[in-house]
C-alpha cells in the first residue's frame, strides 16, 4: 500500500549544486542549492532565490560555476548553504575553501570540489526563481577520472534527502545504461 505525502520536493537522488560566482569586486562567493537539474543538452536550471548574495552576483556578471557536493567536503558544503554572503562576505574563507578564476566564464571554480560545470546566465525569473545557465564547459580534477572520464565512485557526490534533511553520497554501480534493459528487447 501507498502512503500520500502531497505535494513535496522528494526528488531521489536531488543534488547538491554549489553555486559560485563573484561580486562588483571581484570577491568569490558561493550557496548550496538543491533544486536543479540539466534541462537541455547544454543547459542547467537551479532554483535560487532573488536576495541571495549569489544570485545578486550572476544577475550582474552572467556567469557562474555548479559544482558537485562531495562526501568529503560535507561540513564546508552545507555551510556555505546555511551562511549568507551578504552578512558573511567572506564565507568561503570561513568554509576552508580556495577558488580559481574558470577559463571559460567570468565566475570562480571551487579548488577542493573536483567537478564543475562553468555556465553563462541565459536567464533568470524572479517571480520563479528559475535561473538558466548556457553549459559553456565541464571540468574534472584528474584525481576523480577513470579512462578519461568522470568516475562517479572517485567523485563521490553527494544527494540531498528533502523528506529527512540528509546528505547521502552515491553507491553503487547496478547497471549499465543504455544496454541492460536491451535484455528485454
Known sequence: MRKNFGAKTAVYPMPVFIIASYDENGVPDAMNAAWGGISEENEISICVSAEHKTTKNILARHAFTVSMATADTVIPCDYVGIVSG???????????????????????????LPMAIECKMISYDADTCRLVGKIVNVSADESVLTDGKVDAAKLRPITYDSMGHGYYVLGEKVGTAFKDGLALK
Not at 552578512?87 to 577542493?112: M, N, Q, R, Y
Request: charged content about 35%; glycine content about 4%.
Open 86 to 112: 551578504n552578512d558573511t562576505p567572506d564565507k568561503l574563507e570561513k568554509a576552508g575553501f580556495h577558488t580559481t578564476k574558470s577559463e571559460f566564464v567570468d565566475a570562480p571554480l571551487i579548488d577542493e
